[in-house]
């Protein structure tokens, strides 16, 4: 699953209008037109291993086998596919006497929202387990161990007309030790009819109630006798449930089409919402083989994980798909779907069929030929990294108006929301590129890691999530040799990414013992995909990146996981992380002191909380170091740090030689040293920068920052290391610069003194913007191979001097505005589109924004309505941005995974902090109620609406608003409290040291 990204890399800065802008506004107008109780270390589980889908062979002899057993049963029953809600009402199964039974064709009579099939749990059931001094299996977090199931038959009829749908699962179980009861797993879904029978000619086991257990999101089945252990036996269930307007589960969307508006279905059942669509046993271990079969209208195509083996028309304008049968996997990466799309396809050169599905004007435009294009090839590159081909006979690519993530896994029918996935080659920018590029590369690693592979619990997330966000950057440096992602880009958008949420006391290990199904939403968070990859990385580097190949080919093939844990488990268990400090012996220059601390932003913290102030957090640290001067570096040495504080030997070290640790970042923790080395390399990146490496130099910027941000280190160093910038012509430290930047303008950016802040960044900025001017046309495509570190640091400095508030900056993006606007023919250069809309909307008039708000509505490329409607915060103009604000809950206007952008962006915007948190406040029952479920949108949106509050009176707001919403997302509002505490204490400490560093250095 691949969460929504937050990379920042449109005008993140909201543009800053100097007085001389005030003309361009008035006159030259021409255009009018996790949490706390999980920190330290806690004991393990026994369950650390991964399942392993076993050999190919062996996948296809139990297929062949359940084949076999199914197809006996279905003759042995005669389970035939009947259309279950007239079947239900009927006579067919034998319906469960007693409490179970409520009236059928509830399929049009159960509100949404609300469980149907409120069955009451059967009287006397609970009594028998009080007298036996055990609670009741239903009760238990996890499903009883004493059932499996082996195989699924599943039948669906999806009624699209009145959003409803209705099913028939027969689940072949082994009963592994006896016991009168069934527990699966089932949640919003009403159930009808319930049988159970022996697999062979014994025939049936009277049921002797049935009933749901809502707080569990179980169902129970009581039976009259035991089943009895090594049998198999068949479980039948009719039901029905809604196909709801929501985002988990089966869940519906629509898109407008020729004027039209059309409906689809499709299904996210990671990680625990399976259970809304067919009960089952929605628990990753128990992986089962499925065979599907849908009944749709034929005006609608059905997909699933797999190919359709036979489609059965009928008179009355319905047909039914018959799917193969799946290999054995797990609930939550089961997936289908119920639309109207069209489809182009590739095929791979080991046969495996790809097809991209999207709403048929963006496959006639070809938005789909770029991500099938590097899909094929990905299979391709997968296969011979693990050495294991691609395990099914196809792989469908869906593109969905509205998904709660970015996109999902879901063996051979992965979806994706459009913006992550559709591209229009003629108007989209090379982020936007990355962006879709990332997220296919994310997705296909599933297909072996999380699909193929997968991990039998929950807490292990991290580890196929951490594997396939590393492996974005490989398999984007495999597509394109020359980005250098995995060295380089790897460390702004993930390693500086994640220390800034791992620096926080209400931060987590990456590892989470999760039970309750509620809970195990937060997993899937930064800190599991960011660390996760983030600690991968570290081990592919000190293992070496073809032993750990070989690794992961050896767990594919032997399903054994390499000790890594062993060697990991003080890093993934451990939440947060070290920063090291190195100090120069005064006396014997060659004598160092390195220590080590858990990095905390918030030192007060560690005072307040007893656990985090015991100094229990040690890590086995991988310390590389080098020693340099002038004109060169040694090659690197390596330290192992294991002690709080140890004294070590470095050869060659002199007076005038400087210190560097953690060579290329690929450590996960922070360095830092006496002031006197600080100075030596700051001395050294403005004599000659190349001396140290560009992601030592990327990496130097965001320590310095972010130590200086938690109180380590003087406020001035990070300024002062920027300042040779000037002649930086690589991208990477630019960005890292940029994105450190970006929290400390936040904090600045409703203060008095702003300006003088603002003065001294477009100081280092003006050299660079200069030099490198504005791109003068589009890329051509074959082009952004070569020239994406060009195009990618103009792009940086552009957006660092619009926002800062350059002058010639600005003018050129109200010049290009206006062109656009008179000449109706936008010219504006793809890659900047974003800088220039949120320049133009924040510096120009009303009409400006209207014209944007007019192009939003119009244009059917999703990579442009994106920006142009994050453009429209920009605005200073606080009726517009709530006007904005209103609208964006209104899902026809505003996609409902946007409107959290929308939220969130107009919080950026020092204008418009304010209204977005007085909006966020009012509307919070109806956002709760929209993202609750998904519970990273939730997350997102708190943090998003809440980072950059930092006065007092915005943190008692925000207590007194989470003390009147005690419900939910806790471990979300207690980091927004940490967070707003420490920018509230960063004001209170420090600013006044940096703004006064900044007046004597303004005048030198
Ligand atoms: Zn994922």
Redesign the pocket.
Known sequence: ??LDEKREKSASFTPMMIEEDAALRNGSRGLSGQWADAVGVRPRTTERHITVHKRLVLGFAISILALLVVTMIAVLLSVRFEECSTAAAADSPARASGNGSLPGAARLNHDAGEPPGRQEEAPGEEEEWQRRRQPPPWTQLRLPRHLRPLHYNLMLSAFMENFTFCGEVNVQIECLNASRYIVLHAHRVHIEAVQVAEDKLSGAVRVSSFFLYPQNQVFVVVLNRSLEAQRSYNLKIIYSALIENELLGFFRSSYVLHGERRFLGVTQFSPTHARKAFPCFDEPIYKATFKISIKHQATYLSLSNMPVETSVFEEDGWVTDHFSQTPLMSTYYLAWAVCNFTYRETTTKNGVVVRLYARPDAIRRGSGDYALNITRRLIEFYEDYFKVPYSLPKLDLLAVPKHPYA?M?NWGLSVFVEQRILLDPSISSISYLLDVTMVIV??LC?QWF?DLVTPVWWEDVWL??GF??YFEFVGTDYLYPGWNMEKQRFLTDVLHEVMLLDGLASSHPVSQEVQRATDIDRVFDWIA?KKGAALIRMLANFMGHSVFQMGLQALKKVGKFVNIQEVMDQWTLQMGYPVITIMRNETADNIVVISQEHFIYDIDAKTRDPDLGNNSYLWQIPLTIAVGNTSHISSEAIIWVSNKSEHHRIAALDETSWLLGNINQTGYFRVNYDIRNWRLLIDQLMRNHEVISVSNRAGLIDDAFNLARAGYLPQNIPLEIIRYLSEEKDFLPWHAASRALYPLDKLLDRTENYNIFNEYILKQVAAMYLKLGWPTNNLNRSLVQAAYQHEELRREVIMLACSFGNKHCHQQAATLISDWISSNRNRIPLNVRDVVYCTGVSLMDEDVWEFIWMKFHSTTAVSEKKILLEALTCSDDRNLLNRLLNLSLNSEVVLDQDAIDVIIHVARNPHGRDLAWKFFREKWKILNARYGEALFMNSKLISGVTEFLNTEEELNELKNFIKSYKEGAASSFSRAVETVEANVRWQMLYKEELFQWLRKSLIH
């Open positions: 699953m691949a996109a896994e994310h997705e599933h999380g196929k999530e396939a966000h995909y």
